[in-house]
């Protein structure tokens, strides 16, 4: 593939915002976005506040969040939006007439497939430019959704008790949706723009007023320990979101200061990959890295925020009593920027499509499933080119990481100083490695991806393969049965609607 082409940008969405666009220097597409999930905050403190479960019926509640949610596409996308409500309305019809034994394979294969073809429309039809507002991303985040209700449909109603894994017990689904239930759960305004997917029954116990008791019940059942709740008041969430919003905050403030500067482009600029010394080149690759992250930051602490104003995401009591609001989180920013290890920092980032991947793919699959589960990952990102030098990257890294920690670790573990030197090297390794595994996935091209790879050396496929073959003889491969998968991304140790799923895994193999 080549360079992008320069198309021109219109949207097709609302444009009663260009004027703020034009005077900030935004595009439209970005200022629309911003101007949903701040309207979307403050409909979601109202939603708690007015349309709660004591004060109006759960039908209203679902009609709300429905509503406002494909208000929001349209504004965003406007015709763009049918391309969502199409999948949809197609997987109603799944679910309600295809016969149960397999619609959770009908399912995938719809919801993938269709947006599989609109990614190839942008890649090969407009040569990787946008020429009108990007749909992708509700799409993406939809097809998660509904296919995650498809496998959930399928374990409650066609499996028997004993074939499930605890964590499918719990959310498996016992009776078919009805319509206004099905779109509130795909469409609430609440995640329709950037998620992050949350499994069926927890929406609904939110829908229904039960998710913090839900929540409670649960965590008592899995520990004796007192944690000071007070049951006559459901918790605020107002800390939470004050607190999420700040962060929200300081990552604006760092993508306009810093990341804007750091151009990813630049790491395959000629002048700059012929002239700069390899310490140069992959120190700039190494920053121009890490001023990317915030604009994820930003997008996915928002969308947290929005949940949690609404009374959605209560994980439970911590250790100090204290509520915590992030069940259905989809990062952990401290985890992600100390992680010591490649699997630590993939537990961290992106968590609820993590937790996806290991509910429709990897506890599925009987055999190469760590291998089938990041190809499930890169074709969900789409089809450019680098998105699967990215996700081919990482299993060989993701091997090569188990096998040298099962083999060294222990060694620095008798003194406090050799485990801080361990640590430091350790978080230095895995920020190089992510640096050099997600480079093509921002680049996209293959051209672009080549000359990166190429003025690097190839140096970390190399040493990964080696240490993989290496140590291979000496630590076999462990298959997991319901542990946690190192793939594209995580989900808790054990079930990750029982346990805290931010936990920083730097000290665990």
């Not at 900030?24 to 949903?36: E, K």
């Not at 374990?155 to 009776?175: F, H, P, R, S, Y």
């Not at 990215?390 to 188990?402: D, E, G, K, S, V």
Request: one cysteine or more; charged letters at 15%; a positive charge.
């Amino acid at each position: 593939m080549g360079e992008p082409a320069q198309t021109p940008f219109k949207t097709t969405g609302s444009e009663w915002l260009l004027p703020v666009s034009e005077y900030l220097g935004f595009p439209l597409d970005q200022v629309n976005f911003l101007a949903c999930q701040l309207f979307a905050l403050t409909a979601a403190f109202c939603f708690r506040l007015y349309l709660s479960p004591a004060h109006v019926s759960p039908r209203v509640r679902h009609f709300v969040a429905a509503l406002l949610g494909i208000g929001f596409l349209v504004f965003c996308f406007g015709w763009y939006s049918s391309h969502i409500l199409v999948v949809v309305v197609a997987n109603y019809l799944i679910i309600i007439k295809a016969d149960l034994n397999n619609v959770h394979r009908y399912s995938m294969v719809i919801s993938m497939g269709y947006l599989t073809a609109c990614q190839v429309s942008r890649v090969f039809i407009f040569n990787y430019g946008i020429p009108s507002t990007d749909f992708s991303g509700p799409l993406m985040i939809v097809t998660q959704k509904l296919t995650t209700l498809a496998f959930q449909l399928h374990d409650g109603m066609c499996k028997k008790t004993e074939q499930l894994t605890q964590e499918q017990k719990l959310m498996a689904i016992n009776v078919r949706p009805s319509l206004i239930e099905y779109l509130s759960y795909n469409l609430n305004f609440l995640s329709v723009l950037v998620g992050p997917c949350s499994n069926y029954k927890e929406y609904i116990d939110f829908i229904e007023g039960r998710h913090i008791s839900t929540r409670l019940k649960q965590q008592h059942a899995s520990s004796n320990r007192q944690n000071g709740y007070n049951k006559t008041q459901d918790p605020s969430p107002l800390n939470a979101v004050c607190h999420k919003l700040l962060v929200c905050a300081g990552c604006m403030l760092f993508f306009l200061t810093v990341t804007r500067s750091l151009p990813i482009k630049y790491n395959v600029d000629p002048n700059f990959v012929s002239q700069a010394s390899f310490l140069t080149r992959l120190t700039y690759a190494f920053f121009s890295i890490q001023a990317s992250r915030p604009k994820f930051y930003f997008a996915w602490t928002l969308a947290d925020a929005v949940n949690n104003a609404a009374g959605y995401g209560f994980l439970g009591m911590d250790e100090h009593g204290k509520p915590s609001w992030d069940l259905i989180s989809n990062l952990n920013i401290i985890g992600i920027e100390t992680a010591t290890s490649f699997k630590t920092f993939i537990d961290n980032w992106n968590i609820r499509t993590g937790i996806w991947l290991k509910t429709v793919c990897y506890d599925r699959t009987p055999k190469h499933r760590l291998a089938l589960t990041f190809i499930l990952s890169a074709l969900w990102h789409g089809v450019y080119p680098g998105y699967y030098f990215t996700f081919l990257t990482a299993i060989p890294i993701t091997i090569a990481a188990r096998a040298i920690r099962r083999s060294i670790r222990h060694y620095f573990l008798g003194s406090r100083v050799m485990k801080l030197g361990y640590d430091i090297l350790t978080w230095a390794a895995t920020q190089l490695a992510i640096c050099y595994t997600v480079m093509p996935f921002l680049l996209l091209a293959v051209d672009y991806t080549i000359v990166y790879y190429r003025s690097m050396y190839f140096h970390v496929h190399i040493i990964s393969i080696l240490a993989a073959v290496a140590l291979h003889r000496k630590h076999k491969p462990r298959e997991p049965t319901t542990t946690k998968t190192s793939s594209v991304s995580s989900s808790a140790p054990c079930s990750a609607q029982c346990q805290h799923v931010h936990s920083n895994n730097n000290d665990k193999d």
